[in-house]
């Protein structure tokens, strides 16, 4: 049953569906485009998901961004085309298909074919489409899903062969040979900035290993935590500078070497000789295993050095597997060391030529290999570690790192240029955009971009099978002039079996078998959503780069990146101007959400319980928008409707109710009249309508449901309440149609600002309020109508400081009888209100009344003597000075403390003082006030007063009478 109620029972899950059928029914979202067809153009990309799973809590957060943003353009007279689209291609949806088949993608293509396995891929790349049109239009969100692309769209895949064939043309693209970071499950290497996303604590072994020295009784030591790849073994790498030391272990009777500094983690032994690394370089040792001992020719099983080996950890000396390892590979071809063997293919498993371990998975192998250097005497010590290691963002396994073939982008040659795009990008938070994704731009490696699976776009290079040579291509025609073939299709099953010769050449040209990466097609959506530069060359010229994008932090490692790489590549621009990077939606109890755990509330069942404006304004309202961690609650989305959407609503029933009983209707020429709180609420409405805009011309949708929050409690629980009886009065005075005009208008405009935060009760409030009069109606839906422009002829500021003012006398007025334990109904003789600024308190004067009312006092005296009244106080705040100041931080503590009053109040005034060599804000030094000996002043840090809270005899009397009424009043409504 849904929560989402008032005490009248109006619900506003029945309102959202009413609204979501108005919306169909009439086709607003189609009246919306065609009405702004004409306008200039305001372009946001939608970063296409996968449809192999169901939307969760993250796609919530990223599609109400997504929503509110184009909503707000279009309010503002832009031409906002919200285009679906869908991820097609890649590891996550062959993953889903060998799942299904219960083998892997090699035994699946040798069983069915390139087609057959493509064929049952491409069956499910639509398997949830259905429920994230449900989701996401329940959401609100509105959305052009019928002309949607689809990475598998041979027109956008012909895209991608041109973003490609531009890379190629700028000598971008180049093979080679690298250790790449590889997912045995999936049998396909991944990019950097995929294995980052996936890390995990593990405990792994660790152990050091005897390497004896050749014609020596001596052995080198060395620790590694991955005994899988000592097999492949091929150099021992020292530091040239590193102190080591040949120590005699009498409990195995061998002289070893190890760096000196590292030496007491292994115990307490005889010390024989003290070298440094250079001296240990070039000596030769024998192989661990038998395997691959003709790399002896080739300059194996010696002892290298480089800089990259400390004496961090371990032993200070590093066993080598160039076939697994980075800086393996680097150092061994820096010493012009031929050695090299790869036993282990793409499915992690050793080959034929480790007898021993012949067909086991190189992690499971770990335990057998270890146990073998035991039984030969090599095992020195074994150890269990816990640390950080990569897991495969698809299928969560380990992943391994293997020097395999590849197709890369040089990414790192156009580092310059990728920092010029995000120079020019305004980031939403900001320290994304020097901290996370800055720095990850600054640390550039070249992107490898091909992948050895079958369903995806096939990388278009053809080589020629006797020369070599390498020819890129980048559209169906120029495909069709090669081979003789226009092709329909750009899959592997179509393309593949493609060959030519070429005049005066020998040998044919072949298409090499890998496929590319699927963020190299995500990264390419900017032009192959549009099948740029085939069509649409005009349309895609005038709005790129893209004004907005929104996803999630780890997209920063992901498309945002691919999407930066592409256009500062070929164009030298940004991919988008602007972008919001939401952060991590957690289960309520901090972990990550789980359909096994059932920590969470599915989105849907989410909807129907509180509805979509409550959801979307507590997202928004979170850190989630400011990239942090945020655990979901389900009671905080509950809170928005208490807090802004039922007091915002119970004000329109209010205005209802009353304008039914006295058949009132809203009048052309609206003028808030002479009231001074008509006028406050209506300059408080520019104030709210100037703050939405300037919020969102930064992206900053977090400063947003505040300002509504403020702005309802003015409205109900100051405007509403404090003028009621303006209302309730007989007849249709002046006065009464000023109150009723001001708070149509105000109801009526901040429908509009609220429009693209809480699109259905802004929906409704508008469609009733419309309802009062036909010719007041802008258009059919708010959704219609223009952002309402704030008006600085209506606005009043120092008004507005007034009310403010006045409010929080109240709020110190209740404060003070509760503690001296004196009721409301028993008046007061006088109170004082003391402030610094005269001007301030003669604004307030045209609110004495009120204050008189709210606080039942006979007297209001105004009093800018402050020091008469109060002390002022003056301290660092310590967590913005320590670092700045440092050393003299505690010299400063004593000057700020020794602050006189006149000091302080001038400090308040200026925003700032020097001290000596020092200039502070009102940031950096904090300001206490207390009440001064002998007063009964209370303040906070706004305004101060004194309420005189001695009962007289009259004043009793007075009380006694105000209870009397009340209880008459209360039996007769009884």
């Not at 449809?51 to 990223?62: D, E, N, R, V, Y």
């Not at 489409?129 to 052009?144: F, K, P, Y």
């Not at 001296?279 to 050095?305: A, H, I, K, W």
């Not at 309420?947 to 009397?957: A, F, K, Q, S, V």
Request: with cysteine.
């Amino acid at each position: 049953m849904s929560e989402a109620k008032d005490n009248t029972q109006f619900s506003f899950v029945e309102m959202e569906h009413s609204i979501l059928e108005f919306w169909e029914n009439e086709n607003i979202f189609q009246k919306s485009l065609q009405q702004s067809k004409e306008f200039d153009p305001y372009v946001f990309y939608d970063g296409p998901p996968f449809a192999t799973g169901l939307p969760h809590h993250g796609h919530l957060t990223a599609s109400t961004i997504k929503d509110i943003i184009p909503r707000y353009w279009t309010m503002q007279g832009k031409h906002v085309s919200r285009r679906f689209g869908w991820d097609c291609h890649g590891v996550p949806i062959e993953w889903e298909i060998d799942k299904k088949l219960k083998m892997s993608a090699q035994e699946a293509v040798a069983k069915l074919g390139v087609k057959g396995y493509n064929d049952e891929c491409r069956s499910i790349v639509q398997r949830y489409v259905a429920e994230w049109r449900s989701t996401i239009t329940r959401l609100g969100r509105w959305v052009d899903f019928d002309d949607d692309y689809k990475t598998m769209d041979p027109w956008y895949m012909e895209s991608v062969w041109w973003v490609f064939k531009q890379l190629w043309d700028k000598g971008l693209v180049y093979k080679g040979f690298k250790v790449m970071p590889i997912s045995t499950a999936l049998g396909t290497p991944l990019a950097n900035f995929e294995v980052s996303q996936n890390y995990r604590d593990v405990q792994d072994p660790a152990v050091t290993v005897l390497f004896k020295i050749k014609d020596q009784e001596r052995y080198l030591a060395a620790w590694t935590t991955t005994p899988w790849t000592l097999p492949s073994n091929l150099a021992v790498c020292v530091g040239d500078e590193i102190d080591y030391v040949l120590v005699r272990d009498e409990s195995t009777a061998k002289n070893i070497y190890f760096a000196e500094e590292l030496l007491t983690h292994y115990g307490d032994f005889e010390i024989l000789e003290r070298v440094k690394g250079s001296d240990l370089v070039g000596l030769q040792y024998e192989p661990l295993f038998d395997y691959f001992t003709d790399q002896q020719t080739e300059g194996g099983f010696v002892v290298v050095s480089d800089d990259y080996v400390t004496t961090d950890g371990g032993t200070g000396l590093v066993h080598q597997a160039p076939a697994f390892g980075e800086d393996d590979y680097r150092v061994l071809n820096e010493n012009d060391i031929d050695a090299f063997v790869c036993p282990v293919g793409l499915d992690g498993r050793f080959d034929e030529s480790v007898t021993d371990f012949s067909g086991m998975h190189v992690k499971e192998a770990d335990k057998s290999i270890i146990e073998f250097l035991k039984q030969r005497g090599s095992l020195y010590r074994q150890e269990v570690i816990q640390h950080s290691y990569p897991f495969c963002p698809r299928s969560d396994t380990p992943l391994i790192y293997v020097a395999i073939p590849a197709w890369y982008v040089r990414t790192s040659s156009i580092v310059d240029k990728l920092v010029s795009a995000n120079d020019q990008i305004h980031w939403v938070p900001e320290h994304i955009k020097e901290g996370r994704f800055g720095n990850w731009l600054k640390g550039e490696v070249d992107w490898g971009v091909s992948r050895n699976r079958v369903w995806g776009t096939p990388i278009p290079i053809w080589i020629n099978d006797e020369t070599g040579k390498a020819i890129c291509i980048g559209s169906k025609e120029e495909l069709k002039e090669y081979s003789g073939v226009e092709v329909s299709d750009f899959h592997r099953e179509h393309v593949d079996p493609l060959t030519f010769d070429i005049e005066g050449e020998p040998g044919t040209y072949r298409r090499i078998e890998e496929v590319l990466d699927c963020w190299f097609e995500s990264g390419s959506m900017p032009y192959a959503q549009l099948h740029y530069p085939f069509e649409n060359h005009d349309v895609f010229k005038s709005g790129f780069p893209a004004e907005f994008i929104a996803e999630g932090l780890d997209q920063t490692r992901g498309w945002f990146y691919t999407l930066t790489v592409l256009a500062a590549a070929i164009f030298d621009k940004p991919a988008f101007n602007n972008v919001i990077v939401n952060g991590l939606v957690l289960a309520e109890d901090g972990k990550k959400m789980s359909k096994s755990l059932q920590n969470y509330t599915p989105p849907d069942n989410l909807m129907e319980q509180y509805g979509a404006d409550a959801l979307r304004l507590y997202l928004i309202n979170s850190g989630l928008v400011k990239a942090e961690e945020q655990r979901f609650v389900d009671s905080g989305v509950h809170e928005m409707t208490r807090r802004a959407l039922l007091p915002w609503f119970n004000a329109f029933s209010f205005l209802k109710t009353y304008a039914e009983i006295d058949e009132w209707s809203p009048k052309d020429g609206f003028s808030s009249g002479d009231n001074v709180l008509d006028q406050w609420m209506v300059s408080r409405l520019q104030t709210l309508k100037e703050g939405v805009s300037k919020e969102m011309s930064e992206y900053r949708l977090y400063n947003v449901v505040p300002k509504l929050f403020d702005f309802i409690e003015d409205l109900t629980n100051w405007y509403i309440r404090l003028n009621r009886s303006r209302f309730w009065g007989e007849g249709m005075d002046e006065d009464k149609v000023s109150a009723f005009n001001t708070l149509y208008s105000v109801l009526y405009e901040l429908s509009k600002v609220m429009a693209p935060f809480a699109p259905f009760l802004s929906e409704h409030l508008y469609r009733e309020l419309s309802a009062f009069s036909e010719d007041k109606a802008d258009k059919e839906s708010v959704h219609l109508c223009r952002f309402p422009e704030f008006d600085l002829d209506q606005k009043a500021s120092g008004l507005e400081v007034a009310v403010d003012r006045m409010q929080q006398v109240v709020l110190l007025g209740r404060q003070k009888r509760e503690s001296v334990k004196i009721g409301l109904r028993t008046p007061l003789s006088a109170i004082t209100i003391i402030h610094r600024d005269e001007s301030l308190l003669e604004d307030m004067k045209s609110l004495e009344g009120y204050v008189r009312d709210e606080l039942n006092v006979r007297e209001v005296r105004y009093s800018s003597d402050e020091g008469g009244y109060i002390d002022l106080a003056a301290k660092p705040n310590f967590s913005l000075l320590g670092k700045r100041l440092g050393k003299n931080m505690r010299d400063y503590q004593k000057k700020i403390g020794a602050m006189t009053f006149e000091e302080i109040s001038s400090f308040q005034q200026s925003g700032e003082i020097r001290i000596e060599e020092e200039v502070f804000s009102l940031e950096e030094i904090e300001i206490f006030q207390k009440p001064k000996e002998g007063t009964a002043t209370i303040s906070n840090s706004f305004i101060a007063i004194e309420l005189d809270c001695e009962l007289t005899p009259e004043l009793i009397r007075g009380g006694y009478a105000r209870e009397v009424v009340n209880r008459i009043q209360r039996a007769r409504k009884e």
